[in-house]
């Protein structure tokens, strides 16, 4: 989920549930990029994600054009990154279970 910011409770429960909480950087809105849901949206860095690192977004717009905005990993800790690779804080007991 990308947003412009996130409540501590909102962004724990996305975390949560596996869901990568990412962060405009400031300045960076959804308007400021003229997204109209018709974009292609791809995130790299994943497979060295690092609690708060920047992360780049691809943007591809129906009319070809391309652009690259680093957005912020909204996972503070090494515990919710562990949350977040098993998939949210269920799949991570259960395995953990088993």
Not at 14 to 33: H, N, S
Request: proline letters at 4%; glycine letters at 10%.
């Amino acid at each position: 989920m990308i947003a412009e910011s996130f409540e501590r409770i909102h962004r724990s429960n996305l975390i949560g549930m596996g869901i990568l909480p990412l962060e405009f950087p400031q300045g960076v809105t959804r308007k400021t990029l003229a997204l109209s849901g018709d974009e292609s949206i791809s995130v790299g860095g994943l497979q060295s994600l690092q609690p708060g690192q920047t992360v780049p977004l691809h943007i591809t717009y129906a009319d070809g054009r391309e652009e690259v905005v680093d957005t912020r990993c909204r996972i503070d800790t090494q515990t919710e990154l562990t949350y977040y690779q098993n998939d949210g804080i269920l799949h991570y007991v259960i395995r953990k279970m088993l």
